[in-house]
């Protein structure tokens, strides 16, 4: 019985992997990883000459605790499970230990990068601060994977409640815990409140232990959140290319239809899909909010001109390049095919709503300039902006929907 929960385990690893490298041969490729390249290395850059005016007096000890708390509050339990398992492996629950516990330790393997990049990131400004060396990461890391190793745990004791309100107030306490210990070692306190928060943390986790020894999984809520998990996946992989897994949600909002108004003809055809599809799927009204949101944030809070007009250019190819998959999302329907339209239509519809969106969105990234009264610098990225939006509707959009038809036909 062993040797088959063993191959049950390698089996989905396998599986798993195979199903990630699936997609990010096309999230890795294209143009994205360098923009991404270029994108990271400018904001490295502008935080670098940020750190160098920091002065003893800032509380990098505070913010790195909250960021860091609550990365290790996070600790979802990758488990891998499936639908059907809620039926097939039930039967099998008393003897699942051992495969639960790897589902911990590989998601402590997965999630322990995050945790080493994010502290990578942090420790210029702790070390501006404080004073102390880079010698330091490795202890501090150290002590970091510790605390995530807890939690994971504690979240996996937790996951044999159903209520949804015992996994917030859960999650909440951990980050409270987790939060103030690293807080205690990076402000350098007494040790002794070091070791009651740990005494603290260690009955937590006992107490929760021995809580739930007589509870039973709960597989309907294990399953929901490994599709929940996976969903995400395959939401930012459908920005590349095609997913068949994922599930789009539609909403009505019926107080966008003034967008919609369109007339009958042939020639408003795809115009009208488009549109429709564009402002009732969250997949894609949803992306296009959040990085025209966090775009104009970002030019609002900086006074680089130069880091504005940047920011802009950089967060208008994101936003056009994810779009993109918008244009096959008609092309397995029949009632679409039997259109008595040209698909050179369907190409020209599809650049010109592009181009408006990406000119709608230049004009929201020069607002912030202007409402700084910046008048010549929000002039000159609405331009920038407006010329980029044509260059990437009639050169690039062009080759990249000749090749997505090759790839259909």
Known sequence: MMSKVENIWKRRIVEYNQELQKYLKYMFNDHLLFVLIFALGGAAYTYNQWVKTLDPAFPAPLIMAVILGLLLAWSPVYTFLREADAVFLLPLEGR???????????????????QLLVLAALMPMYVAVSGVNFGSFFPLLGLLLGIKVWNL????????????????????????????FLFL????????????????????AFYFFQSTKGKNLKWDLLINLEEQRMLIFYRIANMFTDVPKLK???????????????????GDTYRYLYLRSMIRTSEYSGLYIRLT?????????????????????VFLY?????????????????????????????????QEIINQVMMVQSAMFSLPLLIKGAWMEGLIT???????????????????LKKMDETLF
């Open 96 to 114: 699942l230990s051992s495969y639960f516990t790897k589902c911990i330790w590989i998601s402590f393997m997965f999630q322990s990068y995050i």
């Open 153 to 180: 745990y504690v979240r996996w004791f937790m996951l044999r409640f159903q209520e949804r309100e015992v996994h917030w107030i859960d999650s909440f306490m951990r980050f409270l815990l987790s939060g103030t």
């Open 185 to 204: 070692v990076l402000s350098k306190a007494d040790l002794w409140m070091g070791i009651i928060l740990a005494l603290i943390m260690v009955g937590y």
């Open 248 to 266: 789009g949600k539609v909403h009505r909002r019926k107080w966008l239809d003034g967008l919609l108004k369109t007339s009958f003809s042939q």
């Open 293 to 313: 949101v966090i775009g104009s944030l970002l030019i609002y809070s900086n006074s680089s001109f130069l880091f504005s007009l940047l920011t802009a250019l």
């Open 318 to 350: 994101l936003t056009a390049f994810q779009l993109v998959p918008l244009f096959k999302r008609f092309d397995y329907k029949i009632w679409v095919l039997i259109y008595p339209v040209s698909r050179e239509l369907k190409k020209s519809t599809f």
């Open 382 to 400: 609405l331009l920038a902006g407006l010329s980029f939006s044509m260059l990437f509707s009639r050169f690039y959009l062009v080759k990249r």
